[in-house]
């Protein structure tokens, strides 16, 4: 950090002035924060369930707001002393209800998966049929996969894509849910480049008479800023993390029609959770704010152009995207043809200081831990407002570190590193001080 990056005197180095009480109280952790703040800030971070917050967003999350017990609901609760949270939880869920235009939300559950868990609790017995996408597909785990308790407790069944287009198999789903008869089935998932057809959904399970529920946690940001249709009127449940496109804490939301408020707001408490994490409903409530103005319209609207370019840049350097391309914010990438392993790719982007994950692509014939392909996105690096016309060096840094990880080229890593460096060093991240 130099003096030139920070030359009023009113706002010093803050390596030197943040968390300084941790720094004082547990120098080892606050050394580990610092490390990991200079991590985010120098590399191009390209997962694409990962974002920066703002630091309003940040600095909610570590509030006094924190110290609080509140079981139970606004206006029921099981301790006293609610005045404020009470308060806070009910302008989550307002703001909730608002963006995205539900009769009912919930704010309370800690992360996706426990989100997920409470819809199979307010809607199936032990043994039950779920019909989800497979995890290998571009399916979640929480969608009946066997390692998850979903895919033990209840009987899971899946639908895949189609080998020709990649894209979401609806005559599959069709047959399935006739043949399976699933009291619930799952749309939407981890490694989906395409617009998820909630209409198509709906009449499938309309017919069979299964709830459906759209799990949007990848594309939360982008139905809320309008650059991927809703599922609102379509799904009878919407479940989403907070922390991906949406640019929030890391938490989730359950929002549904009035019909199924009841039901959802028992299995989270006191079905499956205790008390809720009030310094994460701050945040989410300041997140949903922040995603309610202008300005974050923009910014979705920028994150599928920026993925759409990336894709067709890639794609022009002989990178095979599964589907052909993306309508979203991720590109799930087959390396096969490069002749590199998805996992030998991620570790040589990491070193050149591009942050992707491994992934499976579908019909994969390596395995999950070893698979073909990596998963990339573009929220992070939109945030970090780097344009639409940086995705050609970005897809060119890609392809020179994947030939280099074929060839065991460390020096061009290097040379890409630096690269990357530059670009972010021109880009600020939100809500880091490095930037
Ligand atoms: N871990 C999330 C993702 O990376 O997509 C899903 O839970």
């Not at 995207?321 to 998805?342: A, Y």
Request: hydrophobic share 40%; proline share 7%.
């Amino acid at each position: 950090m130099t003096e030139q990056q920070h030359p009023n005197p009113q706002h010093p180095n803050p390596q030197q002035t943040r968390h300084p009480e941790l720094r004082e109280a547990d120098p080892e952790i606050a050394a580990l924060v610092a490390a990991e703040e200079q991590l985010q800030a120098d590399t191009l971070r390209l997962i694409p369930s990962e974002n920066y917050v703002s630091a309003a967003v940040l600095e909610a999350t570590g509030t006094v707001l924190q110290n609080k017990y509140s079981e139970g609901y606004p206006g029921k609760r099981y301790y006293e002393g609610q005045q404020n949270i009470d308060q806070v939880e009910t302008l989550a869920v307002e703001r909730a209800r608002a963006l995205f235009g539900v009769d009912h939300a919930n704010v309370q559950p800690y992360s996706g998966s426990p989100a997920n868990l409470a819809v199979y609790l307010a809607f199936l017995k032990p043994g039950d049929t779920v019909l989800g996408m497979a995890l290998p597909m571009g399916g979640h785990l929480t969608h009946g996969w066997g390692v998850s308790a979903t895919g033990s407790w209840f009987n899971g069944v899946r639908y895949g894509v189609r080998a020709d287009t990649g894209r979401t198999d609806l005559d599959q789903v069709r047959e399935l849910a006739l043949k399976e008869r699933p009291k619930l089935i799952f749309c939407g998932g981890t490694a989906v480049p395409r617009t998820i057809d909630f209409a198509a959904f709906a009449e499938i399970a309309r017919e069979v008479d299964a709830v459906l529920v759209a799990d949007i946690a990848h594309i939360a940001g982008l139905v809320a800023g309008g650059a991927h249709p809703s599922p609102v009127g379509h799904a009878d449940v919407i479940s989403t993390t907070t922390h991906k496109t949406l640019r929030g804490p890391r938490g989730a939301l359950l929002m549904s029609t009035a019909q199924h408020a009841r039901a959802l707001d028992r299995a989270v408490f006191p079905g499956l959770q205790g008390g809720p994490h009030n310094h994460t409903t701050a945040a989410v409530a300041v997140a949903l704010k922040e995603a309610s103005g202008p300005e974050f319209r923009a910014y979705a609207h920028q994150v599928v152009d920026n993925a759409r370019e990336l894709g067709e840049q890639l794609a022009a350097r002989g990178f095979d995207l599964v589907s052909g391309g993306t309508d979203n914010h991720l590109l799930l990438i087959d390396l096969t043809g490069k002749d590199v392993p998805g996992k030998v790719a991620a570790k040589a982007l990491d070193r050149a200081g591009i942050v992707v994950n491994h992934n499976t692509v579908p019909y994969d014939t390596r395995t999950p831990f070893d698979p073909s392909g990596i998963r990339i996105g573009t929220p992070s690096l939109t945030s970090r407002g780097i344009p639409r016309s940086a995705m050609a060096a970005v897809a060119a840094w890609i392809d020179r570190a994947v030939l280099a990880a074929r060839s065991g080229d460390e020096d061009a890593l290097a040379a890409v590193r630096a690269e990357v460096k530059e670009l972010m060093d021109a880009h600020p991240a939100p809500g880091l001080p490095l930037g």
